[in-house]
């Protein structure tokens, strides 16, 4: 029997499997893997050409929604006249002596008043109550000022509670009407 042959082909297949196993296997395992990043991306380049395409789109809707945000924004009344106005009783009540404990505008006031600012020229009314304490003098200075300010525009309500002994505690109720917008202008 020749055993030559036999060691010649056990060699070949020796040697096959070596090679399948170091360079063919580790050559695939890349191959594969680099077929599928290319497929990644493709993928990823075919949606950044999608969304390059929406873009001018994406951009005039959101022009236009910030344009109709501004035109909102011009209909409402400004928070920063309400302030202004909470400011200004503050200020006026610090000064004789009394101490706000609440300012209150009604939130279906508030509410309506955004409803009916379709006329931007037409002024805006908003009705206050504040909860004050102190004394009568004080009391009585504090809304001869507040009546004599430019948003004043009518009183609505005003009450006293408390008892006469210590006349320094007396807790008062004072509503009124007041015209929102630039304090300094008489309208």
Request: aromatic share 10%; with cysteine.
């Amino acid at each position: 029997m020749n055993r030559k042959p036999f060691i010649y082909f056990l060699a070949t297949v020796v040697l096959a499997t070596v090679w399948i196993l170091l360079v063919w296997l580790p050559y695939h395992r890349q191959h594969t893997l680099l077929k599928v990043q290319i497929n990644d991306a493709k993928q990823q380049l075919k949606d950044y050409k999608n969304t390059l395409e929406q873009l001018p789109k994406i951009i005039a809707e959101r022009n236009q929604y910030e344009n109709i945000k501004s035109i909102l924004d011009e209909k409402l009344y400004t928070k920063r006249d309400m302030l202004k106005l909470f400011d200004k009783l503050y200020e006026i009540a610090s000064k004789n002596q009394l101490h706000i404990v609440e300012i209150t505008p009604p939130i279906e006031e508030l509410l309506l008043l955004n409803r009916n600012i379709s006329d931007s020229t037409m002024p805006l009314f908003l009705n206050i109550t504040l909860s004050i304490t102190g004394d009568y003098v004080n009391f009585g200075k504090f809304t001869e000022k507040v009546e004599k300010s430019l948003f004043f525009r009518g009183t609505n309500i005003c009450q006293i509670m408390g008892d006469s002994k210590p006349i320094d505690e007396l807790k008062f109720l004072f509503g009124f009407k007041a015209l929102l917008g630039n304090l300094e202008i008489k309208s």
